[in-house]
Protein backbone atom coordinates (compact mmCIF):
# COMPACT_ATOMS: atom_id res chain seq x y z
CA UNK A 1 0.00 0.00 0.00
CA UNK A 2 0.73 3.59 0.13
CA UNK A 3 3.04 5.26 2.56
CA UNK A 4 5.09 7.90 3.35
CA UNK A 5 8.77 8.12 4.88
CA UNK A 6 10.20 11.12 6.60
CA UNK A 7 13.42 12.10 8.76
CA UNK A 8 12.90 11.22 12.09
CA UNK A 9 13.75 13.92 14.61
CA UNK A 10 13.53 15.87 16.66
CA UNK A 11 15.35 18.39 14.86
CA UNK A 12 17.03 21.58 16.53
CA UNK A 13 17.83 24.40 14.94
CA UNK A 14 19.37 27.85 15.82
CA UNK A 15 17.12 30.90 14.90
CA UNK A 16 17.83 32.14 11.38
CA UNK A 17 19.32 28.47 10.22
CA UNK A 18 18.47 26.70 6.69
CA UNK A 19 15.61 23.76 7.57
CA UNK A 20 15.15 20.69 5.06
CA UNK A 21 13.73 17.78 6.54
CA UNK A 22 13.13 14.64 3.95
CA UNK A 23 10.50 12.94 3.26
CA UNK A 24 9.44 10.43 0.31
CA UNK A 25 6.93 8.00 -0.46
CA UNK A 26 5.56 5.17 -2.29
CA UNK A 27 2.35 5.10 -4.30
CA UNK A 28 0.51 3.69 -7.13
CA UNK A 29 -0.91 6.42 -9.88
CA UNK A 30 0.15 9.73 -9.32
CA UNK A 31 -0.61 11.08 -5.31
CA UNK A 32 -1.08 14.43 -3.82
CA UNK A 33 1.77 15.53 -1.62
CA UNK A 34 1.21 17.65 1.46
CA UNK A 35 2.93 19.33 4.43
CA UNK A 36 1.00 19.44 7.88
CA UNK A 37 1.80 21.51 10.88
CA UNK A 38 0.73 20.66 14.32
CA UNK A 39 1.66 23.95 16.84
CA UNK A 40 1.77 22.43 20.28
CA UNK A 41 -1.08 21.48 22.31
CA UNK A 42 -3.03 22.85 18.49
CA UNK A 43 -4.77 20.95 16.16
CA UNK A 44 -3.89 20.08 12.40
CA UNK A 45 -2.86 22.87 10.02
CA UNK A 46 -2.60 22.49 6.21
CA UNK A 47 1.23 24.05 5.28
CA UNK A 48 1.39 23.31 1.79
CA UNK A 49 0.25 21.30 -0.99
CA UNK A 50 1.52 19.82 -4.46
CA UNK A 51 -0.31 18.14 -6.93
CA UNK A 52 1.46 16.93 -9.78
CA UNK A 53 4.87 16.52 -10.58
CA UNK A 54 7.16 19.51 -10.44
CA UNK A 55 4.65 21.74 -8.83
CA UNK A 56 6.16 23.23 -5.93
CA UNK A 57 4.12 24.41 -2.84
CA UNK A 58 5.01 27.28 -1.21
CA UNK A 59 3.44 29.45 2.14
CA UNK A 60 4.83 31.39 5.24
CA UNK A 61 8.69 30.87 3.92
CA UNK A 62 8.19 26.96 3.56
CA UNK A 63 8.58 25.19 0.35
CA UNK A 64 8.35 22.14 -1.49
CA UNK A 65 8.74 19.93 -4.51
CA UNK A 66 7.32 17.29 -5.55
CA UNK A 67 9.49 15.02 -7.69
CA UNK A 68 8.17 12.29 -9.04
CA UNK A 69 11.92 11.19 -10.26
CA UNK A 70 12.97 10.58 -6.74
CA UNK A 71 9.52 10.34 -5.12
CA UNK A 72 10.55 13.01 -3.11
CA UNK A 73 8.67 16.23 -1.09
CA UNK A 74 11.49 17.47 0.70
CA UNK A 75 10.40 20.44 3.33
CA UNK A 76 12.45 23.25 3.45
CA UNK A 77 12.96 26.82 4.79
CA UNK A 78 15.91 29.32 4.08
CA UNK A 79 15.27 31.11 7.86
CA UNK A 80 13.68 29.67 10.98
CA UNK A 81 12.18 31.24 13.51
CA UNK A 82 11.20 30.36 17.25
CA UNK A 83 7.90 30.51 16.10
CA UNK A 84 8.38 27.56 13.68
CA UNK A 85 8.90 25.24 16.33
CA UNK A 86 6.09 22.59 15.69
CA UNK A 87 5.88 18.71 14.73
CA UNK A 88 5.73 18.31 11.06
CA UNK A 89 3.90 15.69 8.92
CA UNK A 90 4.20 14.77 5.37
CA UNK A 91 1.19 12.96 3.87
CA UNK A 92 0.12 11.92 0.57
CA UNK A 93 -3.43 11.32 -0.92
CA UNK A 94 -4.60 8.94 -4.02
CA UNK A 95 -5.39 11.32 -6.95
CA UNK A 96 -9.14 10.23 -7.14
CA UNK A 97 -9.67 11.93 -4.50
CA UNK A 98 -12.41 10.54 -1.38
CA UNK A 99 -9.64 9.05 -0.13
CA UNK A 100 -7.52 9.11 3.16
CA UNK A 101 -4.45 11.03 3.86
CA UNK A 102 -1.14 8.76 4.74
CA UNK A 103 0.78 9.98 7.05
CA UNK A 104 4.54 10.01 8.01
CA UNK A 105 5.95 9.44 11.42
CA UNK A 106 6.04 13.37 12.23
CA UNK A 107 9.18 15.46 12.55
CA UNK A 108 9.48 16.75 15.76
CA UNK A 109 10.86 20.97 15.30
CA UNK A 110 12.62 23.72 18.16
CA UNK A 111 14.06 26.45 17.37
CA UNK A 112 15.99 27.92 19.55
CA UNK A 113 16.96 31.53 19.71
CA UNK B 1 -11.66 25.32 2.73
CA UNK B 2 -14.74 23.82 5.24
CA UNK B 3 -14.66 24.40 8.24
CA UNK B 4 -14.81 21.46 11.04
CA UNK B 5 -16.10 21.59 14.65
CA UNK B 6 -15.44 19.39 17.04
CA UNK B 7 -16.39 18.21 20.28
CA UNK B 8 -15.81 17.89 23.29
CA UNK B 9 -12.07 19.12 22.74
CA UNK B 10 -10.85 17.05 26.25
CA UNK B 11 -12.67 14.55 28.08
CA UNK B 12 -11.17 12.56 31.45
CA UNK B 13 -13.52 9.42 31.57
CA UNK B 14 -13.28 6.20 34.31
CA UNK B 15 -12.25 3.31 32.93
CA UNK B 16 -15.35 0.97 31.33
CA UNK B 17 -16.98 4.06 30.27
CA UNK B 18 -18.11 5.32 26.58
CA UNK B 19 -17.22 8.79 25.23
CA UNK B 20 -19.16 10.41 21.96
CA UNK B 21 -17.21 12.63 19.62
CA UNK B 22 -19.02 14.75 17.63
CA UNK B 23 -18.04 16.63 13.86
CA UNK B 24 -19.84 18.96 12.82
CA UNK B 25 -18.73 20.11 8.99
CA UNK B 26 -20.11 23.19 7.62
CA UNK B 27 -20.47 22.11 4.06
CA UNK B 28 -21.38 18.84 2.66
CA UNK B 29 -18.95 16.00 2.50
CA UNK B 30 -19.24 12.45 1.30
CA UNK B 31 -16.26 10.85 3.20
CA UNK B 32 -15.41 11.74 6.74
CA UNK B 33 -12.41 10.36 8.07
CA UNK B 34 -11.46 9.38 11.90
CA UNK B 35 -8.21 9.14 13.27
CA UNK B 36 -6.28 8.55 16.02
CA UNK B 37 -3.28 10.12 17.53
CA UNK B 38 -1.03 8.46 20.40
CA UNK B 39 0.81 10.63 22.40
CA UNK B 40 3.98 11.68 20.29
CA UNK B 41 2.25 9.66 17.59
CA UNK B 42 1.44 9.98 13.94
CA UNK B 43 -1.79 9.94 12.83
CA UNK B 44 -3.56 6.38 12.76
CA UNK B 45 -6.64 5.88 10.20
CA UNK B 46 -9.19 4.38 12.26
CA UNK B 47 -12.20 4.17 9.81
CA UNK B 48 -13.79 6.12 7.04
CA UNK B 49 -17.39 7.21 7.34
CA UNK B 50 -19.68 7.49 4.31
CA UNK B 51 -23.15 9.22 4.35
CA UNK B 52 -25.69 5.84 4.35
CA UNK B 53 -23.69 2.70 4.65
CA UNK B 54 -21.06 1.60 7.42
CA UNK B 55 -17.78 3.00 7.71
CA UNK B 56 -14.92 0.99 6.18
CA UNK B 57 -12.55 0.09 9.59
CA UNK B 58 -8.58 -0.20 9.04
CA UNK B 59 -7.13 -3.49 10.47
CA UNK B 60 -6.41 -2.69 14.34
CA UNK B 61 -10.05 -1.02 14.85
CA UNK B 62 -13.29 -3.21 14.96
CA UNK B 63 -17.13 -1.47 14.80
CA UNK B 64 -17.80 -3.15 18.68
CA UNK B 65 -14.99 -0.84 19.90
CA UNK B 66 -15.20 2.26 17.74
CA UNK B 67 -19.13 2.56 16.69
CA UNK B 68 -19.22 4.94 14.08
CA UNK B 69 -22.85 7.17 13.10
CA UNK B 70 -23.03 9.26 9.78
CA UNK B 71 -26.92 10.36 9.51
CA UNK B 72 -26.12 13.28 6.97
CA UNK B 73 -23.56 14.78 5.05
CA UNK B 74 -22.35 17.24 7.72
CA UNK B 75 -22.32 15.14 10.16
CA UNK B 76 -20.74 12.03 11.90
CA UNK B 77 -19.52 10.58 15.82
CA UNK B 78 -16.97 8.28 16.53
CA UNK B 79 -17.58 6.58 19.75
CA UNK B 80 -14.79 5.17 22.29
CA UNK B 81 -16.47 1.96 24.21
CA UNK B 82 -15.53 -0.04 27.23
CA UNK B 83 -12.50 2.57 27.50
CA UNK B 84 -8.82 1.51 29.24
CA UNK B 85 -6.02 3.73 29.58
CA UNK B 86 -4.67 2.56 26.11
CA UNK B 87 -7.64 4.51 24.30
CA UNK B 88 -6.02 7.82 26.00
CA UNK B 89 -5.15 9.50 22.58
CA UNK B 90 -6.53 12.65 20.43
CA UNK B 91 -9.25 11.58 18.22
CA UNK B 92 -9.47 13.84 15.00
CA UNK B 93 -11.99 13.85 11.90
CA UNK B 94 -11.31 14.96 8.89
CA UNK B 95 -12.84 15.98 5.83
CA UNK B 96 -11.52 16.73 1.79
CA UNK B 97 -14.06 19.22 0.46
CA UNK B 98 -12.58 19.42 -2.67
CA UNK B 99 -9.86 16.98 -4.71
CA UNK B 100 -6.69 17.87 -4.63
CA UNK B 101 -6.81 20.91 -2.54
CA UNK B 102 -6.26 19.38 1.16
CA UNK B 103 -7.81 17.98 4.11
CA UNK B 104 -9.04 19.95 6.83
CA UNK B 105 -8.79 18.50 10.38
CA UNK B 106 -11.41 19.33 13.62
CA UNK B 107 -9.60 20.44 16.26
CA UNK B 108 -9.49 17.26 17.83
CA UNK B 109 -10.91 15.39 20.97
CA UNK B 110 -7.62 14.81 23.82
CA UNK B 111 -9.07 12.15 25.43
CA UNK B 112 -7.32 10.76 29.17
CA UNK B 113 -8.90 7.50 30.04
CA UNK B 114 -8.12 7.01 34.13
Known amino acids: GDSVTQMEGPVTLSEEAFLTINCTYT??????LFWYVQYPGEGLQLLLK?????DKGSNKGFEATYRKETTSFHLEKGSVQVSDSAVYFC????????????FGKGTRLSVIA | SAVISQKPSRDICQRGTSLTIQCQVD?????MFWYRQQPGQSLTLIAT?????????ESGFVIDKFPISRPNLTFSTLTVSNMSPEDSSIYLC???????????FGSGTRLTVV
Open chain 2, 94 to 104: SVEVRVGYGYT
Open chain 1, 27 to 32: ATGYPS
Open chain 1, 50 to 54: ATKAD
Open chain 1, 91 to 102: ALSAQEGNTPLV
Open chain 2, 27 to 31: SQVTM
Open chain 2, 49 to 57: ANQGSEATY
